[in-house]
């Protein structure tokens, strides 16, 4: 746990809807160092978006608690929380709408530090326009409105505004899913740089498998609110173990005429269940092709499996599973 | 907001808002020049009573023999501050109320609403004519008597714009970077609420000024003898056969009310469709 | 033998907005035929204008568009609306506004089959249960009597499959079906759009972006950029080692998760052209790594290049000797 810059405990989201309440982070816990991007993967409802924005604060913990450099954010409060927040940044994902319509480029990326009321207005300028340089926009851009920039243009700004206040932890919520794959690539090759030359650690939310294969460290699956497989990204890519990350890697589409016509009937049937009343015991079993009774039984807890952790009462009994 | 794009917010980009905003200008010019370019407008003389238009008096006399030429360029410094208080004012009220209602949510939205709602219950020019009556007729009274009828629709406005606002991302990387509530609302909502609100608010000057015309012509704001468009037509109501002591401060008044009403569409342009 | 055979189909938009230049592609009989590209490409500008479904304000400047030997763009209206839904079906991305909300998914069905099947009602509620069940709904009987909003995103991309093959189309028409599907959803509906175009033998006109979803289904495949047909041959060339600079960057760019070990992201610099300020020349010399004089200077057509292929590149023989492989 030590040298953990961000400490994940018990992590509950719930939120009302007029149907019942819905548990969309279900008591996870995950780590991140220094430096370090851990990707959290899953699909449309599986609570990642939500559990990185209770890492921010922006949506509430039911339980649980989320410690930054060994301080319970929970416990802060007024000037300290906001001295604490200047630390952990967000990156949101659609570039039309996370940037204020009514403020210029300069503008939204000052507005952190005076936000803070830090530096005078010279230094604050010569911040900005350093961070732009950083993220690849010039100085010609301070002036521009949102509306005249490009999808890949304006991410760049959402980063720069993450990155003015120096933070140690980068939030990510999928910030290139709405972006064409070739500007997809360069955003995500500039993150990687920036990583490299700031230390900065990232918790990165995305959908895309083939960008988490390449950029993250670490990957923690998640489904229905629960962790169900997490570890290092070339042992969770050579050999998953849940049948749930073995499903997401055969659907997963590669660009490869042959491996694509290989590929077998994919793996995952059916439906996702109701949110609001997700399967007893394992919320997986309604679409594992190798459930059994037991599943149905006990939830299974992550344990163990050679270099990473599998929730999957069955995993031994599995047959080991290669992507392609 | 650039101080450029600001004014190519306002300019008016089709002929119909350039013949309003011309209007307007105008009349503004001609109220502040009013005292140059005519005589007294209180200056009775009795042997003059009720006279045609003519070359000593361009717009006739009315029944106390004053020269309603002066009286009609004299009274729109009388009619136009009147509109423009009443929206400043109700603006003034009714904008940060709705803004803390839709955001704060909670008691403040219940409590600002069920106001809103009553005021919305209350016949508008009764209401006015009510608390006008009741604060003493006067020109403050009048203004404050309309714009206690108008503030809820701005705070009903405001509060429906920052519920829509507050959701969408930018106000939550708002939050992200660490704004206090109080930031986030006043810095980054509220501007981007202006749009719609600025446009009401510039249309509304039209109905103000109407208002306050019509408070005039009951009796209830600008007193005797100052001239004001309404109060000049409410008087000349006695002497139909004098037309022109009804026909051009009515006129005015119509001018000037259409003209907001032509200028006032250059807000509503692509920031609507946001 | 062309099914459908575009020729030189250019479209503006108001602006001088060149959306598409001159395409030219044809889709034979049983054959599958992706056309890939990133947003303004021109790729769904071109579905779009073979039913003649493109908005009021666009203009087609030039080409044909020739199914089973009518003229799409110059016949009559009711010979198209005709087609619409019959010969030539569309599935679309979204399965929400391709739906209508107000009617239940059997009488949508239904209704497409009277119009073109001219089959009675108990048929044709008879038909649309079959076809309910032929693409994977369980319970379809019952299911028949649900609205849209009660179905799945996956399912209701299943019921517009449904909806397209009902009146035996010959050609199927899908722009970026699965982009609004979760990966394993996604999985299932083009296993599905596989099985139905195996077992029905129609032919598929498949447009995305992703080159990945059309590697297992594409026969052959049309590379689009900035409005042009950049590149065109089979499946396995063009996706294997494409010819023309920006095919080999977009596949370049395109993390794989089979790749051993991690190897960054090899991004296209720049950013695509304004299709209203489209340069003189390639529209990609800007972008590109091979570029020389002649390609600022003239825009090259598609030429004939190895494997069959055609590329609209003047160095695509370099290009092709650079490198095995994307």
Redesign the interface.
């Known amino acids: 746990m030590s040298g953990a810059l961000l400490d994940v405990r018990s992590a509950t989201v719930t939120y009302k809807t007029r149907a019942g309440t819905v548990t969309a982070v279900d008591g996870v816990d995950l780590t991140v160092r220094r430096g370090e991007i851990l990707a959290l993967v899953g699909e449309s409802g599986c609570g990642k978006s939500s559990l990185g924005r209770a890492v921010l604060r922006l949506e509430p913990l039911r339980h649980g608690s989320v410690l930054f450099d060994g301080v319970d954010l929970a416990t802060l409060s007024g000037a300290r929380l906001r001295q604490a927040r200047r630390r952990l940044q967000m990156v949101f994902q659609d570039p039309q709408s996370s940037l204020d319509p009514r403020r210029t480029v300069g503008q939204i990326v000052e507005r952190p530090l005076k936000v803070h009321g830090i530096g005078t207005v010279a230094q604050r300028r010569d911040k900005v326009v350093a961070t732009l340089d950083l993220v690849g926009l010039g100085s010609r851009y301070l002036d521009r409105p949102p509306a005249a920039l490009s999808g890949g243009q304006r991410q760049r700004v959402g980063i720069a505004r993450a990155l003015v206040l120096d933070p140690d932890l980068l939030v990510c919520d999928e910030p290139v899913s709405a972006l064409d794959v070739s500007i997809q690539a360069q955003i995500l090759q500039l993150l990687l740089d920036l990583r490299d030359r700031l230390g900065l650690a990232m918790l990165f939310v995305a959908h895309d498998l083939g960008v988490v294969r390449h950029l993250a460290d670490r990957v923690a699956v998640m489904y229905l609110g629960r962790i169900v497989e997490g570890g290092p990204v070339d042992d969770m890519f050579a050999r998953p173990r849940h049948p749930y990350t073995q499903a997401l890697l055969a659907a997963a589409p590669v660009p490869d005429v042959a491996v694509e016509r290989a590929r077998s009937v994919p793996l995952a049937l059916g439906d996702l269940p109701d949110p609001l009343a997700p399967p007893s015991g394992c919320h997986f079993r309604t679409r594992c092709p190798h459930q059994r009774p037991v599943c149905a039984q006990a939830s299974p807890e992550l344990v163990q499996a050679g270099p990473v952790e599998v929730a999957c009462l069955r995993h031994e009994d599995i047959p080991a599973f290669s992507p392609v | 907001?650039?101080r450029s794009?600001t004014a190519s917010r306002i300019r008016p980009h089709s002929a119909a808002q350039w013949v309003g905003v011309s209007i307007i200008a105008a009349w503004i010019l001609l109220a502040v020049v009013a005292p140059l370019i005519s005589s007294d407008p209180l200056a009775q003389t009795t042997s003059d009573r009720l006279q045609a238009p003519s070359g000593a008096h361009l717009f006739g006399t009315d029944q106390l023999g004053r020269d309603v030429f002066s009286r009609v360029l004299h009274g729109a410094r009388a009619t136009l501050p009147i509109g423009v208080c009443i929206v400043l004012l109700a603006t003034l009220v009714g904008v940060p109320a709705g803004a803390l209602a839709g955001f704060v949510r909670g008691w403040v939205d219940e409590v600002v609403m069920r106001l809103a709602d009553l005021l919305f219950a209350l016949p508008a020019l009764v209401l006015a004519l009510a608390i006008a009556a009741a604060l003493g007729p006067s020109v403050s009274s009048a203004v404050i008597a309309i714009a206690a009828v108008m503030w809820p629709r701005y705070a009903r406005l405001t509060r429906g714009q920052v519920l829509t606002l507050r959701q969408?991302?930018?106000v939550?990387?708002?939050?992200?970077?660490?704004?206090?509530p109080a930031?986030v609302l006043w810095q980054?909502v509220l501007?981007?609420a202006?749009p719609v609100v600025s446009l009401v608010a510039v249309l509304d000057l039209g109905t103000a000024t109407l208002a306050g015309a019509t408070l005039s012509f009951l009796g209830l704001g600008v007193q005797p003898p100052t001239p004001e468009w309404g109060a000049m037509v409410s008087s000349a109501v006695q002497t139909p056969e004098a037309w022109w002591t009804s026909l051009f401060p009515g006129f005015a008044l119509v001018s000037f009310v259409i003209a907001i009403n032509l200028y006032g569409q250059v807000f509503d342009r692509k920031e609507l469709g946001? | 033998m062309s099914l459908l055979r575009i020729d030189g189909l250019s479209v503006e938009f108001p602006g001088g907005v060149r959306a598409a230049r001159e395409v030219t592609l044809d889709v034979r009989a049983g054959e599958t035929l992706a056309v890939v590209g990133e947003s303004g490409s021109g790729k769904s500008v071109t579905a779009l204008a073979v039913l003649g479904l493109l908005p009021e304000t666009a203009k087609v400047t030039a080409g044909r568009i020739e199914f089973d030997g009518v003229d799409l763009l110059r016949c009559r209206p009711r010979r198209l609306n005709e087609l619409r839904g019959g010969a030539i079906a569309m599935v679309y991305q979204d399965p929400l506004t391709a739906l209508n909300p107000v009617l239940t998914v059997g009488r949508q069905i239904e209704e497409a089959l009277r119009r073109h099947l001219g089959l009675g009602r108990r048929a044709a509620a008879g038909r649309a249960a079959e076809l309910l069940d032929l693409v994977g709904i369980p319970q379809p009987g019952q299911r028949l009597k649900d609205y849209p909003h009660q179905f799945s995103g996956g399912m209701r991309q299943r019921v517009v499959i449904a909806m397209a093959i009902s009146c035996d189309p010959r050609l199927i028409i899908a722009d970026e079906p699965t982009t609004a599907l979760d990966v394993t959803m996604q999985a299932q509906i083009l296993h599905l759009l596989r099985r139905l175009r195996d077992d029905l033998g129609t032919s598929l006109m498949l447009i995305s972006h992703d080159v990945g979803v059309v590697a297992g289904l594409a026969d052959r495949v049309a590379v689009m950029y900035a409005g042009r047909v950049v590149e065109r041959g089979s499946a396995a060339e063009v996706i294997g080692a494409p010819n023309h600079p920006y095919g080999r960057g977009l596949l370049a760019s395109v993390p794989r998760i089979d790749a051993a070990a991690r190897t960054g992201f090899a991004a296209i610099p720049g950013t695509p052209p304004d299709p209203a300020a489209l340069p003189a020349g390639c529209a990609f010399a800007p972008r590109c790594g091979h570029v020389v004089d002649r390609c600022r200077a003239e825009d090259p057509p598609l030429l004939d290049a190895a494997g069959g292929r055609q590329v609209a590149c003047w160095r695509h023989a370099e290009v092709a000797a650079a490198g095995g492989g994307a």
Not at chain 2, 172 to 179: E, F, H, I, K, V
Request: glycine content about 4%; aromatic content about 4%.
């Open positions: 907001m650039s794009a969408r991302e930018f939550l990387a708002d939050r992200a970077t660490g704004a206090s930031q980054t501007p981007n202006a946001r």
